[in-house]
């Protein structure tokens, strides 16, 4: 299936590369697969902290920069910091001077979702997060009490703002999740799984030597997470863990001070990264928040080998079958000790590739946001 000649403005709420977390990598990979069906993308990314970079001339027909206002006032504004904060009157012009289609990625980047200067254009929103859900969690998990006040109002801000999303032309909802909550609400939502980087599944069969936790461990629900494995799952197993990722707190650095057999590894190269994911026995990837689906699942699924999770990482994702669960530290040890006598076979990484390809198809997923946009031109 080819569509020519065929035009879309997507509105990111960051510069989406480098892709290496998770609203950017699935940005990144619909953009990638957007091209690869021969559809122009115009993006439009706002920019605070990234540089711009010839990458996405790549794969995208012209790319727009934007400042982000990032103002301490704008805490104080009637509507949530994470919108108000990309209000560009640039990116209304440009969004209203032709007739090509719009995709808003997430609430972030809605200020201008029902202008009417774009009224007559289809208007689709990709919902990454239920977003007022996500902030309540991030404040949960605060210890700081300025930012755990910031993320609690946010969170009252997000939920009363959500409403904007009935006036867009339809939703596409990352997981089944979210799929249920938009489409009870607002109706006119499709699912639209989550886009990514792989390309095909690489795990290697037979075992590794560690386990592994990776993510960006400035956020808090990988530092809620870090401190459950080290503290209460491996503080007395006999288990090498690994914990890598970008932009460690002191605190848990701190952790890994005193000699042992587990390791941090700080910001790892992407090379360095690929190794450790596929070298590992085993991915231990806890969550304390449902957030759509969490890409590191996915990452994990195609480069490495057992994956053990808890039952919030792989609810409404399909992949439960994939996974190995434990939903308390003691059930955490005993997976743990029983995987480790186990090496992964060639059955299960054929397994693995059927039924991500079935989900997770970046050129399937491709398809269905194509048909939402032209489903009257093809």
């Known amino acids: 299936m080819k569509f020519s000649a065929k035009h879309i403005h997507l509105v990111s709420f960051d510069v989406p590369w480098p892709a290496d977390y998770g609203g950017v990598i699935d940005v990144f990979g619909k953009i990638k697969g957007l091209h690869s069906l021969g559809v122009n993308v115009h993006l439009h990314c706002f920019q605070y902290g990234r540089d711009k970079t010839e990458i996405l001339r790549k794969y995208c027909f012209s790319v727009n920069y934007y400042p982000r206002n990032q103002a301490r006032t704008l805490v104080f504004n009637r509507l949530p910091y994470i919108v108000v904060s990309r209000v560009v009157e640039e990116l209304l012009a440009n969004l209203s001077a032709d007739h090509h289609p719009i995709l808003f990625?997430?609430?972030?980047?809605?200020?201008?979702?029902?202008?009417?200067?774009?009224?007559?254009?289809?208007?689709?929103?990709?919902?990454?997060?239920?977003?007022?859900?996500y902030y309540k969690g991030l404040a949960r998990v605060e210890r700081n009490y300025a930012r755990k006040y910031f993320y609690?109002?946010?969170?009252?801000?997000?939920?009363?703002y959500e409403k904007v999303l009935a006036g867009a032309t339809s939703i596409a909802a990352i997981s089944e999740t979210e799929f249920e909550y938009f489409n009870n609400k607002y109706g006119h939502?499709?699912?639209?799984?989550?886009?990514?980087?792989?390309?095909e599944v690489k795990s290697k069969p037979g075992r590794g030597t560690f386990a592994l936790f990776h993510g960006n461990l400035a956020v808090n629900d990988n530092v809620e997470a870090v401190e459950f494995l080290m503290d209460e799952v491996f503080n007395d197993l006999n288990i090498p863990l690994v914990v890598t990722g970008q932009n460690p707190t002191e605190n848990m650095i701190s952790m890994f001070d005193k000699p042992s057999i587990h390791k941090l590894v700080i910001n790892p190269s992407f090379e360095e990264m690929e190794k450790l994911m596929a070298d590992a026995h085993v991915h231990v990837l806890p969550v304390f928040s449902v957030s759509g689906?969490?890409?590191?699942?996915?990452?994990?699924?195609?480069?490495?080998r057992f994956c053990l999770v808890?039952?919030?990482?792989?609810?409404?994702?399909?992949?439960?079958?994939?996974?190995?669960?434990?939903?308390?530290?003691?059930?955490?040890?005993?997976?743990?000790?029983?995987?480790?006598?186990?090496?992964?076979?060639?059955?299960?990484?054929d397994k693995r590739k059927q039924l991500l390809t079935e989900l997770y198809s970046n050129s399937v997923n491709a398809k269905i946001l194509v048909k939402q946009f032209f489903e009257d031109e093809i």
Request: proline share 3%; charged share 25%.
């Open 105 to 133: 990625e997430g609430l972030h980047t809605c200020y201008f979702l029902s202008d009417p200067s774009i009224a007559n254009k289809k208007r689709i929103v990709r919902a990454h997060n239920i977003e007022h859900d």
């Open 152 to 160: 609690s109002n946010e969170s009252s801000k997000l939920q009363k």
């Open 189 to 199: 939502t499709f699912l639209l799984p989550a886009f990514h980087l792989n390309e």
């Open 293 to 304: 689906i969490r890409l590191k699942l996915l990452d994990s699924l195609y480069n490495g």
């Open 310 to 349: 808890n039952s919030m990482m792989t609810k409404n994702t399909g992949l439960e079958s994939l996974c190995l669960h434990a939903d308390s530290a003691p059930e955490f040890k005993r997976q743990l000790t029983e995987i480790f006598k186990t090496e992964l076979q060639e059955t299960e990484i």
